[in-house]
């Protein structure tokens, strides 16, 4: 096929000779950019910048890469069949290292989440979408703060069993974001028989440190959703916390302080939940200061900063109170982890040792670590790898736990 495309090329004279040039020039800067991300997998997890971006593609793009370096290795293998020069046969080296880099990563990562439970399909993978999907109902709760935050409502196929409920927090460093971030993960399982509730939290200003204000906000959140689930057909009594980064900080201190009846909303006594999933979780906040990427895209140094009205130096106690470790016993609800070994803003160090903090007090606790990805892995598009294997793994750990539709 590649060389009818030479050819073809070849009888539309000085033009079809550039457009011949300009065919294998980007073949061979395609073969050249996926070699180099497959050869960074070799290098240790956050290594170095090279590193970090070599393992942060491949749940996103994984797909994408190896079709583009299989078609590259065809356009300059069929240049090959003309010329025999030495610059050939190296494009034609690093093209062969890119198709065969790109396919046994995608095909590791697949293994990977099917060992973990999951599914996912890379030729689904190469048409992704958007995060953003439009709720049900959208409803609102009231803190005790006196105000009220969105609770957006995504609900089960009807049927006469009631269905568990899932709790979305969303992350964004506790400054940025909205509960409509992931609205496919929640259209996602509310297909499959969960009623699904996102809710928002008061975000921290420059001004306005939330670190109490936000892990209160969503106890009433908490409340709200075992007082209202019956609207949706929903059961309060299979409650389950999901978030990510941020929010997967808070997900796990509220499931873990609930537990210890050490949390009161304005509506009462906070409901302890069934289980407690989590992405990319910041559970070590001080680990996060200390050793998260400062990239101007994220500054985790400033995030936590502003979250705490300063330093955690400067704020030890309002420190302790965000972190996980603090609200450990034995009472917490089972809890599942997924967490990118490559994660440039949670160190992954820092999320094994809760882990084992955690099981050590007593915790039913399941940590998966990514071999490919950074943080946010799953969340840039729907229908990646990486989205993919997080909801299929994280829908069959809460069928492990009696926890399905």
């Known amino acids: 096929m590649s060389t009818k495309l030479f050819r073809s090329l070849s009888?539309?004279?000085?033009?079809?000779?550039?457009?011949?040039?300009?065919?294998?020039?980007?073949?061979?800067?395609?073969?050249?950019?996926?070699?180099?991300?497959a050869v960074g997998t070799r290098l240790r997890p956050r290594a170095n910048l090279y590193a970090s971006l070599s393992y942060a593609v491949w749940p996103v793009i994984g797909p994408q890469l190896a079709v583009a370096?299989?078609?590259?290795?065809?356009?300059?293998?069929?240049?090959?069949?003309?010329?025999?020069?030495?610059?050939?046969?190296?494009?034609v080296s690093a093209a062969l290292t890119a198709a065969v880099g790109s396919t046994s990563i995608n095909a590791r990562l697949v293994?990977?989440?099917?060992?973990?439970?999951?599914t996912a399909n890379p030729i689904h993978a190469l048409a992704p979408g958007s995060m953003r999907h439009e709720p049900d109902v959208r409803e609102h709760y009231s803190a005790d703060n006196g105000q009220t935050y969105p609770a957006l409502v995504y609900t089960p196929p009807r049927s006469g069993k009631p269905a568990p409920v899932l709790m979305q927090i969303h992350g964004g460093s506790w400054r940025f974001g909205s509960p409509e971030d992931n609205g496919h993960d929640a259209r996602w399982f509310a297909d499959r028989g969960y009623l699904v509730v996102?809710?928002?939290?008061?975000?921290?200003t420059e001004d306005e440190p939330t670190w109490d204000t936000a892990p209160r906000a969503l106890e009433c959140a908490l409340g709200w959703i075992?007082?209202?689930?019956?609207?949706w057909n929903g059961d309060p009594e299979r409650l389950?916390?999901?978030?990510?980064?941020?929010?997967?900080?808070?997900?796990?201190?509220?499931?873990?302080?609930?537990?210890?009846?050490?949390?009161?909303?304005?509506?009462?006594?906070?409901p302890k939940a069934a289980a407690v999933a989590v992405d990319f979780p910041a559970v070590d906040v001080a680990a996060v200061y200390r050793e998260g990427l400062n990239v101007p895209?994220?500054?985790?140094?400033?995030?936590?900063?502003?979250?705490?009205?300063?330093?955690?130096?400067?704020?030890?106690?309002?420190?302790?109170?965000?972190?996980?470790?603090?609200?450990?016993?034995?009472?917490?609800?089972?809890?599942l982890i997924l967490h990118p070994l490559s994660d440039d803003l949670v160190p992954a160090d820092s999320v094994a040792e809760f882990a084992d903090r955690a099981r050590d007090a007593g915790v039913d606790i399941t940590l998966y670590e990514v071999p490919y990805g950074s943080h946010g892995y799953d969340r840039m598009f729907s229908g990646t790898v990486g989205n993919q294997g997080r909801l299929s793994i994280v829908?069959?750990?809460?069928?492990?736990?009696?926890?399905a539709p």
């Open 11 to 37: 009888d539309f004279g000085g033009a079809g000779h550039l457009a011949k040039r300009a065919v294998t020039a980007s073949a061979v800067a395609t073969s050249c950019t996926v070699a180099a991300l």
């Open 69 to 91: 370096s299989q078609a590259s290795l065809a356009v300059l293998v069929g240049r090959l069949r003309h010329t025999r020069r030495l610059k050939d046969v190296l494009a």
């Open 111 to 118: 293994r990977w989440i099917k060992d973990a439970g999951g």
């Open 198 to 204: 996102a809710v928002g939290y008061p975000l921290s």
């Open 226 to 231: 075992q007082a209202n689930a019956h609207r």
């Open 240 to 270: 389950v916390l999901l978030g990510d980064s941020a929010g997967g900080n808070l997900a796990v201190n509220l499931g873990y302080s609930a537990a210890r009846s050490m949390a009161a909303g304005d509506r009462g006594r906070v």
């Open 297 to 335: 895209v994220a500054r985790p140094q400033a995030s936590i900063r502003q979250y705490l009205g300063g330093t955690p130096e400067e704020r030890p106690d309002r420190l302790r109170a965000v972190s996980s470790e603090t609200h450990l016993s034995a009472d917490a609800p089972p809890t």
């Open 395 to 403: 829908a069959n750990y809460l069928a492990q736990k009696g926890l």
